[in-house]
């Protein structure tokens, strides 16, 4: 029975030395590696190979190692193929702490104290507590949710927006398309945390950007795709948005020559806001093996026709 593994090599060794401690039955294989094919039950992807089903004939469960499951073209698959994705406590930790770094940079005018340091000014802006800032959260899974928890316990009022209403103590939360131009009105700061879908293609576009309050931030830690980047920087330019911390761009890596590279308003990071941890992740993949012999709901079973 063999695991393949085929995403970062360098977290492959980590993964190995933890299946070879906690699951000693299984063979586990970093791609392309010399796994038998025939033998290989699960496999564990970023970006899946092609041609699936017929080079793992055997295959039974195919394990997304990220949260998102984008990379992954359902339609390639055997319909009865479960896909799984990363819901693990050190990917959630990895968010809120990325989050919280950003959303208290914005509230505390980081952005506007680093230019000003680059101008030698000397100039203390009026301090607002956290109890007057909106902070609302695009997407309520499981890190969104995590984030919202935190954003509450520091003092903010907090904003939530999902396809589907959910009801969060605490967090005034909006659903469905209609629902999203409401929601904007209220977010100081804005959080991006959906998955990415043809519905959430593009989402950010210029309408949505002006349904913000004039002078709001943007978190953006989805998918670079949700955001169009040339009505972001209309709304920097116009000041609709006063700054922008993105984590994730389209595309990736984002090509020198971008202007949101040099753009003073906004800051960059390379998709690392969070990132799986073998380490806390195993015992969820191995749950997940043990559920699915079990016949039990493996933990972040993807609905293949939602697409998350
Ligand atoms: C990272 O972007 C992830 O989806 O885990």
């Not at 030395?17 to 496999?43: N, Q, S």
């Not at 909106?134 to 904003?159: C, I, M, N, P, S």
């Not at 943007?218 to 980047?229: C, F, I, K, Y």
């Amino acid at each position: 029975m063999t695991f393949l593994y085929k995403a970062d090599p360098q977290r492959g060794e980590r993964w190995a030395e933890l299946f070879a401690e906690k699951a000693p039955d299984i063979d586990f294989h970093i791609w392309p590696g010399k796994a038998d094919p025939d033998k290989v039950r699960y496999l564990g992807v970023w970006e899946p190979p092609d041609r699936i089903a017929e080079r793992f004939p055997n295959l039974e469960v195919l394990f997304s190692v990220a949260a998102g499951v984008d990379k992954i073209d359902f339609s390639a698959l055997p319909a009865g193929l479960p896909v799984v994705r990363m819901i693990e406590p050190g990917i959630v930790a990895g968010m809120v702490e990325y989050v919280l770094w950003a959303v208290l940079g914005l509230h505390r005018d980081m952005p506007t104290y680093r230019r000003f340091q680059e101008e030698r000014l000397w100039k203390p802006l009026s301090l607002s507590p956290a109890g007057g800032r909106r902070v609302g959260v695009l997407g309520l899974g499981e890190l969104g949710r995590a984030v919202l928890r935190q954003l509450r316990t520091l003092g903010f009022q907090t904003f939530g927006w999902s396809r589907a209403p959910h009801v969060i103590e605490g967090t005034m939360c909006f659903g469905g398309r209609d629902h999203l131009p409401d929601f904007l009105a209220h977010c100081d700061i804005l959080v991006c945390l959906l998955p990415l879908t043809t519905e959430t293609t593009g989402l950010l576009d210029k309408n949505m950007l002006a349904c913000l309050p004039r002078g709001a931030a943007l978190v953006q830690v989805g998918r670079g795709p949700h955001l169009v980047a040339e009505d972001l920087l209309s709304a920097l330019d116009s000041g609709q948005i006063r700054d922008a911390i993105l984590d994730v761009t389209e595309p990736e890596p984002l090509p020198p020559s971008d202007p949101l590279w040099v753009h003073p308003r906004v800051t960059l990071t390379p998709h690392i806001a969070s990132m799986t941890q073998p380490d806390s992740a195993v015992d969820v993949v191995l749950e997940n093996i043990r559920r699915f012999h079990a016949g039990e709901p493996m933990i972040g079973l993807v609905d293949k026709a939602k697409g998350y």
